[in-house]
């Protein structure tokens, strides 16, 4: 079993809906990621962040819109996605030492977009 | 530009052989280094990390790092069919706040019965 949640597993919408992502983790971690993976790519990082503040934005446009409203949660608020949006968008949340820490990836939610 | 580099493979290898997995990195500064499995369709499972040159044992698992030679394998002993996967190194050039990893384009690995 996972320890990082994410929903929902599925998610289909259209280019005009509005929705959002949601992770929550139970580790203790203070470092959130968000990740967009296509099939038979690895995953890309989209936002880092640490101690509940971004701080790490990869150039990723305004229609993802991120959140994290406390130290086990992270939010995606998704607007205006286009059909190259979809893909498997994985949430993942480390330790912060002096090193790179491993970080725990959850099961991911599988968004299409119509 | 940091890169990870993996061989794509299919690498295939009969039930109980040992699996070997490579990587190269190219920014001698990284500090961290990790082996994830995923399946198809699911999400990464951490495998394997190391930091220190050497070899780093889990159960049937085995890390090698190299800093020198910036090279980085998985050993994967009496390999079993449900170790078929695809095998994502990744490589944290730095620490603290900025724990970004990143992803080589992974190995498919089969194992066949």
């Known amino acids: 079993d996972t320890e990082v949640t994410q929903t929902p597993k599925h998610l289909v919408m259209g280019m005009t809906n509005k929705k959002s992502l949601k992770c929550e983790q139970h580790?203790?971690?203070?470092?959130m990621y968000w990740y967009k993976q296509k099939a038979k790519k690895p995953p890309e990082l989209m936002f880092v962040y640490s101690y509940e503040k971004l701080s790490i934005n990869e150039s990723v446009p305004s229609r993802f819109s991120p959140e994290c409203p406390n130290s086990s949660l992270l939010n995606l608020h998704l607007h205006a996605l286009q059909p190259e949006d979809s893909a498997l968008y994985l949430c993942a949340s480390s330790q912060i030492k002096g090193r790179g820490q491993p970080q725990h990836f959850g099961d991911g939610t599988r968004l299409s977009i119509l | 530009q940091k890169e990870v580099e993996q061989n794509s493979g299919p690498l295939s290898v009969p039930e109980g052989a040992i699996a070997s997995l490579n990587c190269t990195y190219s920014?001698?500064?990284?500090?961290?280094f990790f082996w994830y499995r995923q399946y198809s369709g699911k999400s990464p499972e951490l495998i394997m990390f190391?930091?220190?040159?050497g070899d780093k044992e889990d159960g049937r698992f085995t890390a090698q790092l190299n800093k020198a030679s910036q090279y980085v394998s998985l050993l994967i002993r009496d390999s079993q069919p449900s170790d078929s996967a695809t095998y994502l190194c990744a490589v944290s050039p730095y620490g603290g706040a900025t724990n970004k990893l990143i992803f080589g384009t992974g190995t498919l690995l089969a194992v066949q019965p």
């Open positions: 190391i930091y220190s040159n």
């Open positions: 580790m203790g971690h203070r470092a």
């Open positions: 920014d001698r500064g990284s500090q961290s």
